[in-house]
Nanobody
Framework: QVQLVESGGGLVQTGGSLRLSCAASGHTFSSYTMGWFRQAPGKEREFVATIWVSFGLTHVTNSVKDRFTVSGDKAKNTVYLQMTNLNVEDTAVYFC????????????????WGQGTQVTVSS
């Protein structure tokens, strides 16, 4: 059973930074792609980034690629989402997800989900 636990969310002012972590258990990174999604109130879940740690392959959605970076630590079975220059539009619950195989950018393609971590950006 794959388990994902996100952490690192919180309240930050506009222009600030946060690093989200997603600790995975029950699987190794060698066969899984990890994804980050976010969901703002009243909106659909939105793809943010994906990483295939074993191959060092990453992709960040265009809308945040200049501010967000995704990375992973195989030894710790953990992936990170570094977010900089945050603005109020980044306010959302951020979710970590996992799937077997290659990268994907839609929520239904992911099999396992964490509980989410709240990121709130104040003006």
């Amino acid at each position: 059973q794959v388990q994902l636990v996100e952490s690192g969310g919180g309240l930050v002012q506009t222009g600030g930074s946060l690093r989200l972590s997603c600790a995975a258990s029950g699987h190794t990174f060698s066969s899984y792609t990890m994804g980050w999604f976010r969901q703002a109130p009243g909106k659909e879940r939105e793809f943010v980034a994906t990483i295939w740690v074993s191959f060092g392959l990453t992709h960040v959605t265009n809308s945040v690629k200049d501010r967000f970076t995704v990375s992973g630590d195989k030894a710790k079975n953990t992936v990170y989402l570094q977010m900089t220059n945050l603005n109020v539009e980044d306010t959302a619950v951020y979710f970590c997800a996992a799937r077997q195989g290659g990268a994907a950018q839609t929520a239904p393609e992911y099999d396992y989900w964490g509980q989410g971590t709240q990121v709130t950006v104040s003006s």
